[in-house]
């Protein structure tokens, strides 16, 4: 499932910069991903949890959690459309670097000299990604990609306290139909008309962002996050693919390079935080395992 729901983010953020090409603003593209996916989330709903499962008693945080998926959303995918595909998914990478480092300042979660390496590793990693050569845009856009990690991450951490009281269901509904509000409100000014083949991929880029939601949700409650999360890097295989087919470009050499230490940072951190589940288990202090 997780790597289906990979394979369904490649389309989208393939078909987000296609149809940025095609003269859809960020604005649309954010807007129609959250409106089309809202009923395959609410049919999801109904088969699962039922919509009894939507009521909280902290929408205040639902309201947070939803202004900051918007910024994190609206950064990726002007990352997607500033930079090629393989580049935005690449730097992207790093979200597990910039939570580690978050978590660790902002939850006080202990965080021992394994974590800390990888995350160095990681940003030298990051650096040979975004290396700055002169191009405006490329630059612009990478420090883009960078702010849509950090966003990311951020979103992470809050959704992790959101979720010592609130089921996912209720986070990813309340997320989706609540952002439709700014989203609905920004279109009166943003939205416009398009070609039918251009409301095609609007379409085809809806659902595929609602079904890779379900899919990532999906695949948490069948694995811990130490098996599944470590297929989210073939999203790179999608990005060199779509790239190449689409936008007839391919990754550059610095991303090449960068990409592997980036990934071996990421899968450092997951190995890491498997072995702490483990000794905790085992009765083994978080501190000693560090």
């Known amino acids: 499932m997780r790597l289906a729901a990979v394979a369904a983010l490649g389309i989208m953020f393939a078909l987000v910069k296609l149809g940025s090409e095609r003269g859809v603003t960020l604005v649309e593209s954010v807007f129609y991903r959250q409106l089309l996916s809202l009923p395959l989330i609410l049919g999801w709903v109904s088969l699962g949890p039922g919509f009894a499962s939507l009521k909280t008693q902290r929408v205040g945080s639902h309201v947070i959690r939803m202004v900051m998926g918007l910024v994190a959303m609206s950064l990726n995918f002007l990352s997607i459309i500033m930079l090629p595909l393989a580049e935005a998914t690449v730097i992207g990478f790093a979200v597990p670097l910039f939570a580690t480092v978050l978590a660790a300042f902002l939850l006080k979660e202990p965080t021992g000299k394994y974590r800390w390496g990888a995350v160095v590793l990681g940003l030298i990693g990051v650096i040979l990604v975004v290396r700055p050569d002169g191009e405006a845009l490329y630059s612009t856009g990478a420090l883009v990609a960078v702010a849509a990690a950090l966003a990311t991450a951020s979103v992470t951490i809050f959704i992790r306290q959101l979720g010592a ?33 251009t409301w095609v991929l609007l379409l085809a880029m809806g659902t595929a962002g609602g079904t890779a939601q379900l899919l990532l949700t999906a695949s948490l409650r069948m694995a811990p996050v130490s098996v599944v999360l470590p297929m989210d890097y073939t999203g790179l295989i999608w990005a060199t693919l779509w790239g190449w087919l689409l936008f007839s470009t ?41």
Not at 170 to 188: D, E, N, Q, R, Y
Not at 267 to 283: F, P, S, T
């Open 165 to 197: 009281t609130e089921p996912a269901a209720t986070t990813v509904v309340w997320f989706t139909a609540s952002s439709l509000i700014p989203l609905g409100t920004a279109m009166l000014w943003f939205g416009q008309m398009h070609d039918p083949l």
């Open 250 to 290: 391919l990754p550059l050499s610095a991303t090449l390079l960068g990409a592997p230490i980036i990934i071996a940072s990421g899968l450092i951190i997951l190995w890491r935080e498997h072995q702490l589940g483990k000794a905790q288990r085992l009765g083994v202090s978080e501190a000693e395992a560090v």
